[in-house]
Each structure stands twice: as structure tokens, then as C-alpha cells.
């Protein structure tokens, strides 16, 4: 009989969490709980269709420690991957208080239940994932490359209450015996991504004819990943990573924004083709938003040597997928908008 490895996806209703839930269900070994809030970006819809049998879902916060404790107790999971996180930009422009509770607070706790789990006989091979960002690496120049020798230097409250999280992971596999990996990764594309974020964002408002606004000159550079190597990334270093180092994952993708808005018009008019004509007539620069970092690019050697890895889709198939998943899914996007996003310009001022 097959031995069952559960794992426990914090964050699991949201876009990159419930496509790793996928990925990882998709191994007849895996069992998988997901702990989620479901604030504003986790979305039940994400889950639909899962195997019930091997597959639970907890509605709660990783801030509550006694139920995060609880779930440890009752699932022994084998396997923690915290994606739980508070991770838009301009929303810790507009209200930082949340991030520092989520993503500071939260992973605490989620240490610390870690730390009783295995000194109440957790798994041998017990891991803890905590997946991270490259914005804690702060900006880069118009050359050079992230690594996991880069020092930190973050720049928005996000990007900060990240990188905090990071060290407090380290700090429990040098002190306590955690066995915790760390990853920080480019930014994600791909299905179920929520409406704020920059893609779909664009694709979403070009359908409806509304402007397409791009930050400052529209020159910033970005590293993109397509989510399902994210995730493949992700279950390797799960499974062949070692505890206590860390693993940056890119895409070796660099677009500038204004790149990316005008590929999303030119896939657009391919595959919904607007009367009134040509997508990129809806271009608008807007204001850039307060320490809007020039550039990310990370150099992923470490995880392609030591474990193998490497991103299966190139751009061009990782866009035009990601634009036919929002078209056949406008159902979703309209829940989406009743849920209280009207994909409204966030983060425009600094509050006091």
C-alpha cells in the first residue's frame, strides 16, 4: 500500500497556492490541506474539483495560534508550504498594518507550531517551505542578477515584511532545528491570478474596452514565471532541497511592463478581436507608484544544478495560455468583481 504524504498549503485558495495544490494532487501519493482566510484574493472557485478524498480545506488565519496548532496536531502533515501572504504592492502603500500581521505575525506562528510538531514526534522527513519573493532583493541596475548570495535590501513595506519572514525562517532551522527551506521567486503569470496583478489586470480591462494604465514610462523590467513552473519548482525543493538553504527561482523571462501590456493586446486581437480596433490604442501612463523598483532578474543555477530544475514554458505559450484561461473563464472574473475589486488604481499615495 501506497504511503500517503500530507501536505499542508497555506494560502491555498489563492493563485499561486491552489495551482500548487493541483500540481501536488496530481501525484497519487499526495494528500493536501489548505489553511486560507480567504481575504479579498483567496477564492473557493480556485478549488473546485479537487478529489475529496484527498483533499481537505480549513477556513482559518495562520495568525490564530491555536488552531494552526491544532491542524499540526491532527494531520502531521509531512510537508508545510506557506504561501499565506498579504503580496500586492500598492496595498501595503495604502495599509502596511495588515502586512506586517500576515506575513511577519503569521509565519511566526506557523514556526513556532512547526518547532511543538517536531518535538511531539512530527515526520523525520517533516519540511517547511516558505516561499518568498525577489522583491526582497530590492532593485537591480540595468545588469546583474539576483542569487541567493544577493544581500537584502527591500524597498515597500511588502517587500519588507518578506523579508522578515525569511529570517525568521533561517533563524528557526539555525536555532531551533527547523528543518525550513527558502524560496524567492519572479513574478508569477498564469491562471486564477487575481485581477489586481499586472497581466491580468490588462487583459481583463482591454476586454471591457477600459484604459490600460502602465506605471511611470513603462520601462521597469520584471522576470516572469509561469505559475505551474513555479510550482514544479516548488515540489522539488520539498522533496530533493536542503533544509536551511535557499532557492531563487526565475523564469530567465525579462520583459520591460510596456512589453508585456502591448504582447497581452497583440494575443487579445489574435483571439478576440475588438471593432473598434488595434488594443493598444487603450494605453495610458499613469503616475508611478511611491519606490517603484527599476528592475528584477534572478540567475536560477543553484536550483537548475543541485535539483534539477527548469521552466518547462516559454513566454509566448505561458502568455497566450494565460489569456484563453480568462476568456473561458469570465464567470470567475465576475465573481471576482462582486467580491468588492473594481481593479481601481491602488497604492497612489502614501497615507500618514
Not at 61 to 86: M, Q, S, T
Not at 161 to 172: G, M, S
Not at 291 to 317: C, M, N, Q, W
Not at 325 to 346: D, F, M, P, Q
Request: aromatic share 10%.
Amino acid at each position: 500500500m501506497q504511503t500517503k504524504v500530507t501536505h499542508l498549503v497555506t494560502g491555498g485558495a489563492g493563485f499561486i497556492g491552489s495551482n500548487l495544490v493541483a500540481t501536488l494532487l496530481a501525484r497519487a501519493d499526495a494528500r493536501v490541506v489548505v489553511l486560507d482566510s480567504l481575504t479579498y484574493a483567496g477564492n473557493l472557485d480556485n478549488l473546485e474539483g479537487l478529489p475529496g478524498d484527498r483533499f481537505r480545506f480549513v477556513h482559518g488565519d495562520i495568525c490564530d495560534a491555536p488552531l494552526v496548532r491544532r491542524l499540526y496536531a491532527e494531520e502531521k502533515p509531512d510537508v508545510v508550504f506557506n504561501l499565506a501572504a498579504e503580496s500586492h504592492v500598492d496595498r501595503s502603500i495604502d495599509g502596511p498594518r495588515a502586512f506586517v500581521e500576515t506575513n511577519v505575525r503569521g509565519t511566526f506562528e506557523l514556526l513556532e507550531a512547526a518547532r511543538a510538531h517536531l518535538k511531539d514526534g512530527g515526520s523525520e522527513r517533516f519540511r517547511f517551505v516558505h516561499v518568498s519573493t525577489d522583491e526582497v532583493f530590492g532593485s537591480l541596475g540595468a545588469s546583474g542578477f539576483f542569487t541567493e548570495r544577493t544581500a537584502y535590501q527591500p524597498s515597500s513595506p511588502y517587500s519588507a515584511t518578506k523579508a522578515a519572514a525569511d529570517h525568521l525562517a533561517r533563524a528557526y532551522h539555525h536555532t531551533f532545528g527547523v528543518p525550513t527551506l527558502v524560496t524567492n521567486c519572479s513574478n508569477n503569470y498564469g491562471p486564477r491570478q487575481f485581477p489586481e496583478k499586472l497581466i491580468p489586470l490588462m487583459i481583463l480591462n482591454a476586454l471591457e474596452g477600459k484604459p490600460l494604465p502602465v506605471y511611470g514610462d513603462g520601462l521597469n523590467v520584471r522576470d516572469w514565471l509561469y505559475v505551474d513552473d513555479h510550482c514544479a519548482a516548488l515540489a522539488l525543493v520539498a522533496e530533493r532541497g536542503t533544509p536551511g538553504e535557499t532557492y531563487v527561482v526565475g523564469g530567465r523571462n525579462e520583459w520591460t511592463n510596456i512589453e508585456i501590456v502591448r504582447h497581452v493586446c497583440k494575443v487579445l486581437d489574435e483571439l478576440r478581436p475588438d471593432p473598434a480596433g488595434p488594443r493598444e490604442r487603450l494605453i495610458t501612463y499613469v503616475k508611478d507608484r511611491p519606490g517603484h523598483d527599476r528592475r528584477y532578474a534572478i540567475d536560477p543555477s543553484k536550483i537548475a544544478a543541485e535539483l534539477g530544475f527548469s521552466p518547462a514554458v516559454d513566454f509566448a505559450t505561458g502568455i497566450r495560455r494565460t489569456v484563453e484561461w480568462y476568456l473561458a473563464h469570465r464567470r470567475w472574473c465576475e465573481r471576482i468583481a462582486t467580491g468588492g475589486y473594481r481593479r481601481e488604481r491602488l497604492g497612489l499615495e502614501v497615507q500618514p
